[in-house]
T-cell receptor, first 115, second 114 residues
Framework: DSGVTQTPKHLITATGQRVTLRCSPR?????VYWYQQSLDQGLQFLIQ???????AKGNILERFSAQQFPDLHSELNLSSLELGDSALYFC??????????????FGPGTRLTVT | QQPVQSPQAVILREGEDAVINCSSS?????VHWYRQKHGEAPVFLMI?????EQKGHDKISASFNEKKQQSSLYLTASQLSYSGTYFC???????????????FGEGTQLTVNP
């Protein structure tokens, strides 16, 4: 158990819908990262927050957005869902804010299926 | 840019050794290695910072050649528990647009059989 929690574990929804994925980082970690992993693919970095502020952005679609709240939990919002958005979404947290990044602790992931 | 990992997959018998390589076309500040078992989250193995250091973790070690922008992960006397997909994540230099995030390779699938 990494100490990072993600909810829900599974999500099945239809095309065009909007969903919210939630992540709670390890106690004391200020950085939160979101990754997308499609079937048998690598980890695609989406976005990073540090202490409530956006720190780095990857290939995140405009239909996707995220935020980190004062209690440090983070939410990833996916809208106008398409079949290709079906993937495993991981949240990770770390103490380090970036640049010389420390170990990232990954949550168990949310499996999103768009039908 | 995404680092390139090789091989894509490797099958070993218990006790055999393996090397997984990670190459980048850009200057690297650090390389991170993670292992992911099927259906689970990636788990951190080690970080290597610029300077060509070599690190070890049980019977798993890694090297980082900053000049060649390459890293290698060495698994010796493999155990059944080593099976999984190994990812390298590369970090660019501070100040670059991608400097503060990891870019992961496609992964190397390692299977250790009895």
């Amino acid at each position: 158990d990494s100490g990072v929690t993600q909810t829900p574990k599974h999500l099945i929804t239809a095309t065009g819908q909007r969903v919210t994925l939630r992540c709670s980082p390890r106690s004391g970690d200020l950085s939160v990262y979101w990754y997308q992993q499609s079937l048998d693919q690598g980890l695609q970095f989406l976005i990073q927050y540090y202490n409530g502020e956006e720190r780095a952005k990857g290939n995140i679609l405009e239909r996707f957005s995220a935020q980190q709240f004062p209690d440090l939990h983070s939410e990833l919002n996916l809208s106008s869902l398409e079949l290709g958005d079906s993937a495993l979404y991981f949240c990770a947290s770390s103490v380090e804010p970036g640049n010389t990044q420390g170990e990232q602790y990954f949550g168990p992931g949310t499996r999103l299926t768009v039908t | 840019q995404q680092p390139v990992q090789s091989p894509q997959a490797v099958i070993l018998r218990e006790g055999e050794d393996a090397v997984i390589n990670c190459s980048s076309s850009k200057a690297l500040y650090s390389v991170h290695w993670y292992r992911q078992k099927h259906g689970e989250a990636p788990v951190f193995l080690m970080i290597l910072l610029k300077g060509g250091e070599q690190k070890g973790h049980d019977k798993i070690s890694a090297s980082f050649n900053e000049k060649k922008q390459q890293s290698s992960l060495y698994l010796t006397a493999s155990q059944l528990s080593y099976s999984g997909t190994y990812f390298c994540g590369t970090e660019g230099y501070p100040g670059e647009t991608s400097g503060s995030r990891l870019t992961f390779g496609e992964g190397t699938q390692l299977t250790v059989n009895p």
